[in-house]
T-cell receptor, first 110, second 113 residues
Framework: QKEVEQNSGPLSVPEGAIASLNCTYSDRGSQSFFWYRQYSGKSPELIMSIYSNGDKEDGRFTAQLNKASQYVSLLIRDSQPSDSATYLCAPSGSARQLTFGSGTQLTVLP | ETGVTQTPRHLVMGMTNKKSLKCEQHLGHNAMYWYKQSAKKPLELMFV???????ENNSVPSRFSPECPNSSHLFLHLHTLQPEDSALYLC????????????FGSGTRLTVV
């Protein structure tokens, strides 16, 4: 079993729709959870962090965390073509390092 | 300069060359990382330094040699690389506690010919 699992996609949504990105993780000791956005040929950029069960909203982005289910998600409302990128899920592990998923490629269609 | 700066942005080298990648962070972080990202593959952790001490070496071939002279600077020395080593090499930094996530540099696109 992979430590961090994400659907590789590609996930395609029309402009203005909600994009839903999912992630499961295996390390029950994970305390901090991060979402990174990576445009093609560029480096990952931190867009959301979440530490407690429930929802955290920041603009058009909402992160959701359920530690009991070892599940974290990212919702992007009113998706724009500029949101087209690969989204990486990164929970912290018991070794106090981040473990990155392989990413979900999102395409927002105009 | 702010954030994490990597140089050079692009590098083409022959298999017999020796080159070095440089990373500098201006964030006051005390942990630094080297990652490799090949096309269509996930991030691969190579090396971790905490307070200048190497704390992880993920079975990286000896043709890659890291150096961390202080908490702000990190180097990756390269020699006798193979074409399969062509990739995007990313440096990142963080506080020793990962509660704030990692900040990545813009990366060095390496091509080995």
């Amino acid at each position: 079993q992979k430590e961090v699992e994400q659907n590789s996609g590609p996930l395609s949504v029309p402009e203005g729709a909600i994009a839903s990105l999912n992630c499961t993780y295996s390390d029950r000791g994970s305390q901090s959870f991060f979402w990174y956005r990576q445009y093609s040929g560029k480096s990952p950029e931190l867009i959301m962090s979440i530490y407690s069960n429930g929802d955290k909203e920041d603009g058009r982005f909402t992160a959701q965390l359920n530690k009991a289910s070892q599940y974290v998600s990212l919702l992007i409302r009113d998706s724009q073509p500029s949101d087209s990128a690969t989204y990486l899920c990164a929970p912290s592990g018991s070794a106090r390092q981040l473990t990155f998923g392989s990413g979900t490629q999102l395409t927002v269609l105009p | 300069e702010t954030g994490v700066t990597q140089t050079p942005r692009h590098l083409v080298m022959g298999m017999t060359n020796k080159k070095s990648l440089k990373c500098e962070q201006h964030l006051g972080h005390n942990a630094m990382y080297w990652y490799k990202q090949s096309a269509k593959k996930p991030l691969e952790l190579m090396f971790v330094y905490n307070f200048k001490e190497q704390t992880e070496n993920n079975s990286v071939p000896s043709r890659f040699s890291p150096e961390c002279p202080n908490s702000s600077h990190l180097f990756l020395h390269l020699h006798t690389l193979q074409p399969e080593d062509s990739a995007l090499y990313l440096c990142a930094s963080s506080q020793e506690s990962v509660g704030y996530g990692y900040t990545f540099g813009s990366g060095t696109r390496l091509t080995v010919v």
